[in-house]
Every structure is written in structure tokens, then in C-alpha cells.
């Protein structure tokens, strides 16, 4: 096993929705939200409305590993909420490799 595959995992980006389409979206997203949370390996999980107007949502996660990562996204609810929103949404998420955390203050 490497080194990118115990290194702690973040991501990062935007999903874009047509405005039309925000309300139910987010009751999706809230309702995958409430279990990804609690999956083993999840160390954050959250999605903002960016800008309403224009259907752009901020994605940030957390994984403690590529692992954890890949037992999420092939999770059948996360499965399911792709597909159905497959053609309806777009990503622009990155995934970035964390090997140096620490507080943002220095003590």
C-alpha cells in the first residue's frame, strides 16, 4: 500500500443544478448527507448553496483514506443519488491528497 492510499483525503468544488431544480436537490443531498456522515472513515461531509440564482452549490469532504473514499462513493444510496440526478447536475469537484495537518494558529 502507497502512500496515497492512507493519506488523508479532502475534496473540494462546485455541483450545478438548474435553479429550477434546487429545491429538490437539496432535499436529496440533505437526506445522503444525514448517512454519509456516519460512514466509517467520514471525517466531514457538507454541501452549501454557493450562489442560489445560478444553481451552484459548494462541495467540501474529508476521508481518512482512499479506502473510506471508495466504500462511499460505492455505497448503493450514493449510487442512487448519482443516477438520479445523472444529466441533471454537474461536477467540478478535485480530490487533494492532505499530508500535513495542523491547527491554523500556531501556539
Known amino acids: 500500500m502507497n502512500h496515497r492510499d492512507t493519506a488523508m ?3 473540494t468544488g462546485y455541483v450545478h443544478v438548474a435553479p429550477v431544480d434546487i429545491d429538490d436537490f437539496l432535499a436529496d443531498i ?3 448527507t444525514r448517512s454519509v456522515r ?3 472513515g467520514n471525517l466531514l461531509y457538507a454541501v452549501a ?3 442560489r440564482d445560478i444553481g451552484r452549490l459548494l462541495v467540501v469532504e474529508r ?3 482512499q479506502a473510506s ?3 462511499h462513493l460505492n455505497a448503493s444510496e450514493t449510487v442512487e443519488f448519482v443516477a438520479r440526478w445523472q444529466g441533471r447536475m454537474t461536477a467540478e469537484i ?3 491528497d492532505a499530508t500535513n495537518e495542523r491547527p491554523l494558529m500556531d501556539k
Open 38 to 40: 456516519r460512514r466509517e
Open 63 to 65: 476521508w481518512r483514506d
Open 49 to 51: 448553496m454557493d450562489d
Open 69 to 71: 473514499l471508495s466504500t
Open 30 to 32: 440533505q437526506a445522503l
Open 9 to 11: 483525503l479532502i475534496l
Open 94 to 96: 478535485l480530490k487533494y
